[in-house]
């Protein structure tokens, strides 16, 4: 009450000279919290734009390893030399993905899941060569039970 009644004998000058200052220190408040809340936004930027590099690099692992998949599945249904090629090509560029992962990712969690995802990768390239094996091994089998039937067959059709 007692400010107020002070407030009341301030002459209209003084009065202007008040509540333009009041107008003046609300926009500091105001300009400063802005700064404040933009260099809190900058910061969230930065940490969306560093998640963003390692989702890219996830997706391209991600990527490589299903078209690896792909060119396996259509090398075993028909057994052609340029799916087998490209699905190492892939196997490689998924494996330079993972490295390059391991170099670039900080957190324990993603480190993790990287070394879980490279032992998951060697053990893959070490079934598709055990794969490889399996069908020159039966194509062996094939070829000499043929020589033994196609003889037989030349007899029974002349």
Same mark, same amino acid.
């Given at each position: 009450?007692? +400010?107020?009644?002070?407030? #009341?004998?301030? @002459?209209?000058?003084?009065? /202007?000279?008040?509540?333009?200052?009041l107008v003046i220190a609300t926009a500091i408040v105001i300009g400063g919290t802005s700064i404040v809340k933009s260099l809190g936004v900058s910061t969230e930027f930065d940490r969306v734009s560093a998640t963003?590099?390692?989702?890219?690099?996830?997706?391209?692992?991600?990527?490589?390893?299903?078209?690896?998949?792909?060119?396996?599945?259509?090398?075993?249904?028909?057994?052609?030399?340029?799916?087998?090629?490209?699905?190492?090509?892939? %196997?490689?560029?998924?494996?330079?993905? /993972? #490295?390059?992962?391991?170099?670039?990712?900080? @957190?324990?969690? +993603?480190?993790?899941?990287?070394?879980? @995802?490279?032992?998951?990768?060697?053990?893959?390239?070490?079934?598709?060569?055990?794969?490889? #094996? %399996?069908?020159?091994?039966?194509?062996? /089998?094939? +070829?000499?039970? %043929?020589?033994? /039937? +196609?003889?037989?067959?030349?007899?029974? %059709?002349?």
């Amino acid at each position: 009450m007692k +400010a107020l009644k002070q407030f #009341e004998t301030l @002459s209209v000058k003084n009065k /202007i000279y008040f509540g333009f200052g009041l107008v003046i220190a609300t926009a500091i408040v105001i300009g400063g919290t802005s700064i404040v809340k933009s260099l809190g936004v900058s910061t969230e930027f930065d940490r969306v734009s560093a998640t963003t590099a390692d989702a890219r690099i996830a997706a391209k692992i991600d990527t490589d390893m299903a078209k690896t998949l792909l060119n396996t599945r259509a090398f075993i249904a028909d057994r052609s030399g340029a799916d087998l090629e490209a699905a190492r090509k892939f %196997l490689q560029d998924t494996k330079g993905g /993972i #490295e390059t992962a391991k170099q670039k990712f900080t @957190s324990q969690q +993603a480190a993790d899941l990287i070394a879980q @995802s490279a032992t998951a990768l060697i053990e893959y390239e070490a079934g598709l060569e055990r794969v490889l #094996e %399996l069908y020159g091994e039966r194509d062996t /089998i094939v +070829a000499k039970q %043929l020589d033994v /039937i +196609a003889p037989n067959i030349r007899k029974l %059709l002349q």
